[in-house]
């Protein structure tokens, strides 16, 4: 008879021991397992996408400590909630509370806690998907003495989950009569992409739609296609996951690796902001390519535009050429470069008079006030460059500050030669 609880809930781990994956957060080798064995439990926040093990080893922990545990949702509960916990904390002995979505926790609810977590009376375990630098309070992260980053389970774990649940006869479906080869249980594993929650949803309901309980029970290939929904891979839109593929879109192209550049690319498409993609497309163009490929800048703008009037998935062929043609174009970033050091000055108080040649003439009184002596540069020809006439620009202060430094690559290469001449009549003043 099936039970209540989803078959994810029944096989959380109940010791450290059972937690299957993340090595490096809570493997035997790590300071927290000694800890752990030694009966302390630190605060501590664990971070990672959705699935992948937060919430088990919150369990796990509670569990092989045998101490009191609360579980409470910073999106739901109110501050009423935290003092319950608070309040049973002090009648039971030092609580474990388990918080997840840590990054909505509110003002209210932090007050109240913290003190509290400061004194040991609760020990906190925040879980979040969110980068907890960005979105975590200052207050919370500082009262917990470790931050533990969580990666998606390789496919041996899942496989493993999946092979447990389907053997464990007190927890799982062992004492059910269910056949499932090789290709049912990979199918799985690769469809749910290192989620261990979405694997075991999906092995749950692909049993409960195979057959009758009493009878053989025969997992197809087929109906796991059903079930496994292709939106939920890839994480939540616009969550730090996201910014995460949009940062390795941007490294790859800048790498000149065609192939990440395109699976980068593709992770993105399939987590449906083409906006998003075509902001960041654009913005590569300028950034890493520049004036090394001067063309570029339009050659990706045309694509994005044809990738927005096209619409998905007919928009992923001109991205895909856009991509493609970064990766292997020739690289520089002088230009934005040069441009955030000139930045940099003037945020710093760098800055100095206008040379009075270079204000503004067109109005009455001008040359009373000493704006004169501007030479037109294209009253003076060199050679086929056009006109150029040796005067000052920059303010005084700052005449012989560098910000421009040419890449020598593509196009650029012929801009930085002319720029080295231009520097060098500079100094025949």
Request: with cysteine; charged share 25%; aromatic share 6%.
């Amino acid at each position: 008879m099936r039970s209540k609880e989803p078959l994810a809930y029944r096989m959380r781990p109940k010791t450290i021991d059972e937690v299957v994956g993340q090595e490096n957060v809570i493997g035997k080798q790590t300071k927290l397992y000694q800890m752990l064995m030694n009966g302390y439990v630190p605060s501590l926040l664990l971070y990672g996408e959705p699935g992948i093990g937060k919430t088990a080893i919150a369990h796990a922990i509670a569990g092989t400590v045998n101490m009191p545990f609360t579980t409470l949702n910073a999106t739901t509960a109110g501050k009423k909630d935290v003092e319950i916990v608070v309040e049973k904390a002090k009648m039971e002995g030092n609580t474990i509370l388990f918080l997840d979505e840590i990054h909505r926790f509110n003002k209210a609810q932090q007050d109240y806690l913290l003190p509290h977590v400061e004194k040991g009376l609760i020990i906190l375990i925040g879980a979040t998907t969110e980068n907890p630098y960005h979105d975590v309070n200052p207050a919370i992260r500082s009262r917990c003495g470790q931050i533990k980053q969580l990666e998606r389970l390789d496919s041996k774990d899942i496989e493993m989950l999946l092979r447990n649940a389907l053997a464990d006869e007190d927890r799982g479906f062992g004492n059910l009569p269910i056949t499932a080869d090789e290709k049912v249980i990979q199918r799985i594993v690769e469809g749910t992409n290192g989620d261990a929650r979405k694997a075991l949803n999906v092995l749950e309901a692909v049993v409960y739609a195979s057959g009758k309980q009493e009878e053989e029970i025969v997992l197809e290939e087929k109906t796991v296609e059903e079930f496994i929904d292709k939106a939920g891979v890839f994480g939540d839109k616009k969550g730090s996951n996201f910014y995460n593929l949009l940062s390795s879109l941007q490294k790859s192209i800048r790498g000149s690796d065609v192939n990440a550049g395109l699976y980068y690319l593709a992770h993105l498409l399939e987590s449906g902001d083409l906006t998003a993609v075509n902001r960041r497309l654009l913005v590569i163009a300028y950034e890493d390519i520049g004036l090394a490929s001067k063309d570029i800048g339009s050659r990706v703008l045309a694509a994005v535009e044809a990738s927005e009037r096209l619409g998905m998935p007919e928009a992923r062929i001109p991205l895909s050429v856009a991509v493609v043609d970064m990766c292997l174009s020739t690289k520089s970033n002088s230009a934005y470069k040069a441009l955030d050091m000139a930045i940099n000055d003037i945020r710093k108080g760098k800055v100095g008079d206008i040379p009075l040649h270079l204000r503004d003439t067109h109005y009455k009184g001008a040359k009373d006030l000493g704006h004169e002596g501007y030479l037109y540069p294209h009253n003076y020809p060199v050679g086929s460059f056009g006109g150029w006439v040796n005067q000052d620009y920059l303010p005084e202060k700052l005449k012989d500050r560098q910000y421009y430094h040419p890449v020598e690559a593509g196009e650029e290469r012929r801009m930085a030669e002319i720029y080295r001449k231009l520097q060098d009549f500079k100094k025949q003043k």
